[in-house]
């Protein structure tokens, strides 16, 4: 089972600092965080704004550093592997956001988006590599050259899904990617989500405030409150 | 108190086409009274809110129609007038209350802003007003020293709210005010929109995309597609009888507690940007109840159940139980 596992976090802790005119105040986001994720399993962090999710995400993605506790993402402690092992490791995420009109640059073609993956990777691909991509998000090869703003929210999120897993990562971690959608485009963006997890077998941390969502995708669900992480399957709910 | 008859509200591009956004809009809405606007992002929901409250941007306007507010068609008020309306007599809440509020003046400065442009009351009184005002929408007073940035979502919607109150207007359009909140904020802002409506007794448009939010605190919904009105009716009886294919699909995608892991969720295949607007049924693209008919002629609104109203072919050429059968 260990060699399945994706994400691992132990005991993390974080403490921002909150500057007053008169003293510093300490305010405790994350009180020892744990988390294991196997491959193709799908697991929910839920809980209400400001609670630590989106900082539990940005200390994943190295984006903020932990006060201490361990991260292991695909079996490597991130704090003791090497800067260009590390920057491999993290080419195997891919994350799509919340608000997939502010996640894509608006001025890039929707070519120039999906190739910057391999580019930042300095990996080869080909035109048919993005054109493939965006057939399996039902979107078509002429739009290669469209921006952004020419298509509408849910096709915006699919080019997002596209992007995020052009580099077939193993581990998709989900902010929220339906929270900005219609209740029609969001059956469209959840099925087709399942259907790419059957496909490539990759692990899902799917971040959400809706529980009836996070129960309908998810095997088990974790729930964030006040920096403590509670674990449940999601048939307890 | 307000009556939208056949309003039509078209925009002008840089050619000089004209292209109608929201077509033949027609609604009646009581004193004290709900009414959901639901439909897709682009359905035109805000936009014939903004036409309320005559904040339309310049290139789209109002080709058509009326709309009566106790009485008096607003659309032929002078600037002077229809600005004495806003405020007092009708007010807005938006969607994202972080850009609608300026992030260089304190919340104490928003407040006093309304009352020094549209009251003669001193500073004090404002003050005390402001006071007032907060307690109902249950803000601290220590608040009023904060900047927009300073405070929650929730936090940020209250004062929208007091900032729409502070006139105490006898309309309040709210433009999906809880679509950026996490589950249990938008359940209070619910809450306490509904409070405040029975304390002022005043009408709400409640417009969102969300239909269960819309059943619970709405007396009446209104489905629109692409501009047009397709269903129309109390809140009960549209959810216990969708009478329009779109209607249903969107009751049938909404996720609740209920639905079984593994089997795909309900779709309404395509956008509405993929389907013509200018023949026929506007839906009749992602439609799978479509005839001959429905791509000749715009389906009109009938009423098909008892003050339940619908632009729909099929529904109305098969009975109920065929109909829920055939759904």
Do not use: F, I, M, Q
């Given at each position: 089972m260990a060699c399945n596992t994706v994400l691992e976090l132990r005991e993390i802790k974080k403490t921002y600092l909150k500057d007053s005119l008169l003293h510093k105040q300490k305010i405790?986001?994350?009180?020892?965080a744990n988390l294991t994720l196997q491959q193709g399993r799908t697991l929910a962090l839920i809980g209400p704004s400001g609670c630590g999710k989106t900082t539990l995400l940005k200390i994943i993605l190295g984006l903020e550093k932990q006060d201490s506790g361990v991260i292991k993402l695909f079996g490597k402690d991130t704090l003791q592997t090497p800067k260009k092992e590390l920057r491999k490791a993290m080419s195997k995420i891919g994350v799509i956001f919340q608000d997939p009109y502010s996640a894509l640059d608006p001025r890039q073609t929707i070519e120039q988006i999906l190739s910057e993956p391999f580019i930042i990777n300095k990996r080869p691909y080909t035109k048919q590599t993005l054109i493939h991509a965006l057939k399996e998000v039902s979107l078509s090869e002429f739009d290669l050259k469209k921006y952004p703003h020419q298509f509408s929210g849910g096709q915006r999120q699919r080019i997002n899904i596209a992007r995020a897993l052009i580099l077939k990562p193993e581990l998709i971690i989900a902010?929220?990617?339906?929270?900005?959608?219609d209740v029609s485009v969001q059956a469209q963006i959840v099925n087709l989500l399942t259907r790419m997890q059957k496909k490539y077998n990759f692990a899902l941390l799917f971040i959400s405030h809706n529980l009836a969502l996070c129960k309908y995708l998810c095997q088990n669900i974790v729930s964030v409150k006040q920096g403590i992480l509670t674990e449940k399957s999601g048939d307890e709910l | 108190m307000l009556e939208v008859k056949n309003l039509t509200i078209s925009i002008k591009n840089k050619k000089g086409k004209i292209f109608p956004l929201v077509k033949n809009l027609s609604y009646k809405l009581e004193g004290g009274k709900t009414l959901a606007i639901v439909g897709e992002s682009g359905c035109g929901k805000t936009i014939q809110a903004l036409s309320l409250m005559g904040l339309l941007p310049p290139n789209i306007s109002v080709t058509q129609g009326q709309i009566l507010f106790e009485g008096k068609n607003i659309l032929q008020l002078s600037k002077k007038e229809r600005r004495n309306l806003n405020g007092k007599e009708m007010a807005l809440v938006f969607q994202d209350a972080l850009t609608a509020l300026n992030p260089v003046v304190t919340i104490r400065e928003h407040l006093l802003e309304v009352f020094a442009a549209r009251t003669d009351l001193y500073l004090d009184e404002a003050e005390e007003e402001i006071k007032k005002l907060l307690e109902q929408v249950e803000l601290p007073q220590s608040i009023l020293s904060s900047y927009p940035h300073q405070i929650s979502g929730g936090q940020r919607q209250r004062v929208m709210l007091a900032l729409a109150l502070a006139l105490k207007p006898k309309l309040l359009i709210a433009d999906e005010p809880t679509t950026a909140l996490d589950v249990n904020t938008q359940e209070q802002i619910l809450k306490l929109i509904q409070k405040l409506q029975k304390t002022y007794k005043m009408a709400v448009i409640f417009i969102t995309h969300d239909l269960i939010l819309a059943k619970e605190i709405a007396d009446k919904i209104l489905v629109l597609y692409s501009g047009n009105k397709i269903e129309e009716a109390q809140a009960n009886e549209l959810f216990s009888n969708p009478l329009h294919p779109y209607t249903y699909g969107l009751f049938k995608s909404i996720i609740t507690k209920d639905t079984p892991k593994g089997i795909p969720l309900f779709e309404i295949y395509g956008s509405p940007r993929g389907s013509s607007r200018f023949y026929g049924c506007p839906f009749k693209n992602r439609c799978k109840k479509t005839s001959r008919v429905c791509f000749k002629f715009v389906p009109p609104l009938e009423e098909l159940r008892p003050h339940h109203y619908c632009a729909c072919f099929w529904a109305k050429s098969v009975d109920s139980q065929r109909r829920l059968n055939g759904l």
């Open positions: 405790e986001v994350l009180k020892g902010d929220e990617p339906t929270s900005a959608l | -």
